[in-house]
Nanobody, 109 residues
Framework: QLEESGGGPVQTGGSLTLSCAAS???????MGWFRQAPGQQRELVAI???????RYGSAVQGRFSISRDNAKNAVYLQMTNLKPEDTGTYLC??????WGQGSLVTVSS
């Protein structure tokens, strides 16, 4: 089970941090976030492996930063310089096999 927090409304250029905590030890290779806007396909935001290797979607590269705390079974997404096109539901995942309930991020211009 994944518990997400940190979404909400923000103005263009603002920042938000999302958190996602797993209820137990993470045994799959990576955790991270995907996002989905209404009428659009789900897209990669950022993922991080157990060894700390990261991968970002091209739309967020340079603006978002993902980190994890293996001792807390948690992952964090720091989002800066937010744009209206970042609006959507951010879904935390473990290995794209377990999914959180989603956090809504709304960026207003």
């Amino acid at each position: 089970q994944l518990e997400e927090s940190g979404g909400g409304p923000v103005q263009t250029g603002g920042s938000l941090t999302l958190s996602c905590a797993a209820s137990g030890p993470i045994i799959l290779a990576y955790m991270g976030w995907f996002r989905q806007a209404p009428g659009q396909q789900r897209e990669l935001v950022a993922i991080i492996s157990l060894d700390g290797t990261t991968r970002y979607g091209s739309a967020v590269q340079g603006r978002f930063s993902i980190s994890r705390d293996n001792a807390k079974n948690a992952v964090y997404l720091q989002m800066t310089n937010l744009k209206p096109e970042d609006t959507g539901t951010y879904l935390c995942t473990i290995g794209e096999e377990q999914w959180g309930q989603g956090s809504l991020v709304t960026v207003s211009s």
